[in-house]
């Protein structure tokens, strides 16, 4: 066992995951602000448009109540949405625009701080497992507690918690402890995804089938990014998190003795044969 390399290991994966936790959050409000623009855009064109068609008086009845309903409907983020109002015009779609740039740096950045993360929470593990610390949650089992459907909602906070607690050398009866900032960072995990996740089966319900909900396209826009900012608030956080649990293991995992560790480990099974007279 190597631990000195196993923590420089650590702690470079964390560097990584820090700056790459920058570079999301860095693309996620480009591609915002891009997103505000093209909503003022489209009021804008809505305005534009309202102004020419006008409002006749001679319009009474099915007629006029058929017009009110599709000027509520073009005003809707589903009309925004559906008919892919959207998207940029095509001078917009070049490799070289503002907006496809910040959408692939952002795509990119998203999967490599994912795989970085978890190269870091599996080292973060693996040394305690190491250094002969029992934990609930060895690296395997951290792993796919963010794997596993349902079970990722509570499991992986369960692992950060313990893994907190562990590094910074508490012992069993605390190693369940509340920790304010990793509650901090899975609750905005958990209510950004939950919040992105209704606004999907909005949208799927809008194109799927009859019902749409007209609702204002600033109100989801507003509802969008609020989930947004969340997620790239828990990268940020969980960056956060990888710096103080690399920090802990550091100053705290060379000084248990390896006589310690020999002592927690359990003793082999003997078998005493017995030969017969």
Do not use: C
């Not at 609702?215 to 990268?235: D, H, N, Y």
Request: net charge negative; glycine share 6%; aromatic share 10%.
């Amino acid at each position: 066992m190597d631990l000195d390399k196993n923590l420089r290991m650590l702690r470079k994966t964390s560097f990584v995951v820090t700056i790459l936790s920058f570079v999301v959050i860095i693309a996620g409000l480009v591609q915002l602000g891009l997103g505000g623009i093209a909503v003022k855009q489209e009021y804008e064109r809505i305005a534009e448009v309202e102004a020419m068609i006008g409002q006749p008086s001679n319009y009474y009845g099915y007629q006029r109540q058929y017009r009110e309903l599709q000027a509520r409907y073009n005003r809707s983020s589903s009309a925004f949405f559906l008919e892919g109002r959207f998207l940029p015009s095509d001078e917009s779609l070049e490799p070289d625009a503002p907006g496809v740039i910040t959408f692939f740096v952002l795509l990119a950045s998203t999967l490599a701080f994912l795989i970085a993360a978890m190269l870091w929470v599996w080292r973060a593990h693996a040394n305690l497992r190491d250094v002969g610390i029992k934990a609930k949650y060895g690296p395997g089992r951290a792993i796919a507690s963010y794997l596993i459907p349902l079970a990722n909602l509570m499991l992986p906070f369960e692992a950060m918690r313990e893994l907190y607690n562990r590094s910074e050398g508490e012992g069993d009866d605390f190693a369940h402890s509340t920790v304010e900032n990793v509650t901090a960072w899975w609750t905005s995990v958990i209510v950004g995804l939950l919040i992105l996740s209704a606004m999907i089966v909005k949208f799927a319900l809008d194109a799927a089938t009859n019902l749409i909900i007209m609702t204002p396209i600033w109100m989801e826009f507003v509802i969008l990014s609020f989930a947004i900012v969340l997620l790239l608030g828990s990268a940020y956080l969980f960056a956060n998190l990888t710096r103080k649990i690399t920090q802990a293991q550091m100053e705290i995992l060379p000084q248990i003795e390896p006589r310690v560790i020999e002592a927690e480990a359990p003793s082999r099974p003997t078998v005493n044969i017995i030969g017969q007279s």
